[in-house]
Nanobody, 124 residues
Framework: QVQLVESGGGLVQAGGSLRLSCAAS????????MGWFRQAPGKEREFVAS????????YAADSVKGRFTISRDNAKNTVYLQMNSLKPEDTAVYYC?????????????????WGQGTQVTVSS
């Protein structure tokens, strides 16, 4: 049974930082591309960042590029999202997702497994 468990969310002031973690179990993590998505109230879930199974290639949405960094530790079966210079518009539930393929995608429909999400709230 595949499990993705996010942690690290919380309340932070604008300009602050948070680091999200996602611990994976039950899948061949080293062969799985990973992604972070977010969903704000009343909006669709959107792509934030993704990383290939090897960790060599990483991608980020234009809205977070230069502020957010995705990384992974295959020895710990964990993927991270370092979020700096946070803005109120970054407020959302953040979800970790896994693909059974090594290559990434920006599409929600192309991820096979999802975590329960962690709330990030940025106050102005």
């Amino acid at each position: 049974q595949v499990q993705l468990v996010e942690s690290g969310g919380g309340l932070v002031q604008a300009g602050g930082s948070l680091r999200l973690s996602c611990a994976a179990s039950g899948l061949f993590f080293r062969r799985s591309a990973m992604g972070w998505f977010r969903q704000a109230p009343g909006k669709e879930r959107e792509f934030v960042a993704s990383i290939t199974s090897s960790g060599v290639y990483a991608y980020a949405a234009d809205s977070v590029k230069g502020r957010f960094t995705i990384s992974r530790d295959n020895a710990k079966n964990t993927v991270y999202l370092q979020m700096n210079s946070l803005k109120p518009e970054d407020t959302a539930v953040y979800y970790c997702a896994a693909r059974i393929l090594a290559t990434t995608s920006v599409l929600v429909s192309e991820y096979d497994y999802w975590g329960q999400g962690t709330q990030v709230t940025v106050s102005s």
